[in-house]
């Protein structure tokens, strides 16, 4: 399977999550008001989130696919730059559930009853554990190919636990009458989003911050490589920074008689030469094909 294609599927299966979870996002917040559960809007807001993460790693990944020879360090800021504005979504939401926790913690201690549905509460949490299984379950198939994926998958696990929470305290309540538990389970899936937005907004502000650096234009990379003795065409040139040093991949297509003579080697040593005088290109990962590679 080309890189390409291992994209596109890998798109395709966080296209399947995010359906699934952004459903049963709209079921959790239909569900918090009728069982009155501040802990189910609490993880409907913490997948509202996730799924606005996934939503922007999709657009990137179809940018990505669109231009697929232009993989660079532009798209690292890009993601940056989303990545941040998630983080401020999870700091805002977990604020709100906090605030609205407190509050409610405040009216139970004057004895006001929160009316919490406990079989509503389990009975969605029990839905959520059907739903991001699924989810999880396409993700965890895909997770080898991509770190999107990957990264995706452990969220979508870590929500089939968080369901598995939600549940259990729902059947607590149910048994125990203590409505308490609803906050305290809300309180605890917020100081989760809270951490996770923080780190989230931190590690997205010191990629911003990272001195940008002018990478070579790809157009002319590709001319400096085809300008080589012995290179017929060159296709699927990446450009990007690796620990700090220019790095720069390509699939190269010899001509006819270099097959022959097999000199491939010699080839790869020449066009490296070449990238290297030019470009000041220090690492090159260069897949060398034969001129009658059945692709071409």
């Not at 989130?49 to 798209?75: C, E, P, Q, R």
């Not at 931190?202 to 085809?226: F, H, N």
């Amino acid at each position: 399977m080309t890189d390409l294609t291992t994209h596109q599927a890998s798109r395709n299966r966080l296209l399947i999550a995010l359906a699934l979870t952004c459903t049963f996002m709209i079921i959790q917040v239909i569900g918090a008001y009728y069982a009155n559960s501040l802990a189910v809007l609490a993880d409907a807001g913490h997948l509202f989130v996730h799924n606005s993460s996934l939503f922007i790693a999709l657009l990137a990944s179809a940018v990505a696919i669109k231009l697929a020879k232009t993989y660079n360090d532009g798209y690292k800021k890009a993601e940056y730059t989303g990545g941040l504005l998630n983080g401020l979504l999870y700091l805002s939401i977990a604020v709100i559930i906090l605030l609205e926790g407190g509050e409610r913690l405040g009216h139970h201690g004057q004895g006001h009853d929160l009316n919490v549905n406990a079989f509503a509460m389990s009975s969605i949490a029990a839905v959520g554990f059907l739903f991001h299984g699924a989810s999880a379950w396409v993700l965890y198939k895909g997770r080898k190919d991509s770190i999107n994926v990957y990264a995706v998958f452990l969220h979508s696990f870590f929500d089939l636990l968080s369901t598995i929470s939600t549940f259990v305290a729902g059947v607590l309540i149910h048994l125990t009458n203590w409505e308490v538990i609803d906050i305290v389970s809300s309180m605890l899936i917020s100081v989760f989003v809270l951490f996770t937005g923080i780190k989230v907004i931190y590690t997205c502000i010191q990629g911003l911050r990272e001195k940008a650096q002018l990478l070579p234009d790809v157009e002319k990379l590709e001319q400096s490589i085809l300008s080589t003795e012995h290179v017929d065409s060159v296709h699927n040139v990446t450009v990007t920074m690796l620990d700090n040093q220019l790095t720069v991949g390509a699939h190269i297509v010899l001509k006819h008689h270099c097959t022959n003579e097999m000199h491939d080697e010699a080839c790869r040593l020449e066009v490296e030469r070449t990238l290297m005088k030019g470009f000041a290109v220090k690492q090159c990962v260069l897949q060398i094909e034969s001129h009658d590679c059945p692709d071409h």
